[in-house]
């Protein structure tokens, strides 16, 4: 059964950043998968924010995040991180990793593709 665990929470001034972590456990190798983070605000639908390739090579981003977070991968620790800069009081969401069997350059953006979550890492962004 796949894991999912994000760290690296918390509470960060307007314009701060953050870096997001998400650790995969349960398969041999994650190198055949793809990542995504999303996030949830209180109210709000679950909102897709970036994606990665299995290789790493593709990335996707939401509009609302591009240029301000970056979405990487460490396949030898089966990791992907975010990170988020310039980060702004909307951004306060718990926010999720997930992931899906997903070999080669195609991977999905929509929450309803992927098949595995992590609990979730709150992110509250204020003064």
């Known amino acids: 059964q796949i894991q999912l665990v994000e760290s690296g929470g918390g509470l960060v001034q307007p314009g701060g950043s953050l870096r997001l972590s998400c650790a995969a456990s349960?398969?041999?190798?994650?190198?055949?998968?793809?990542m995504g983070w999303f996030r949830q605000a209180p109210g709000k639908d679950r909102e897709f924010l970036a994606a990665?390739?299995?290789?790493?090579?593709?990335?996707s981003y939401a509009n609302s995040v591009k240029g301000r977070f970056t979405i990487s991968r460490d396949k030898a620790k089966n990791a992907v991180y975010l990170q988020m800069n310039s980060l702004k009081v909307e951004d306060t969401a718990v926010y999720y990793c997930?992931?899906?069997?997903?070999?080669?350059?195609?991977?999905?953006?929509?929450?309803?593709?992927?098949?595995?979550w992590g609990q979730g890492t709150q992110v509250t962004v204020s003064s």
């Open positions: 990665i390739n299995s290789s790493g090579q593709r990335t």
């Open positions: 349960g398969r041999t190798s994650f190198d055949n998968y793809a």
């Open positions: 997930a992931t899906r069997y997903a070999p080669g350059t195609w991977f999905p953006i929509r929450d309803d593709e992927y098949r595995d």
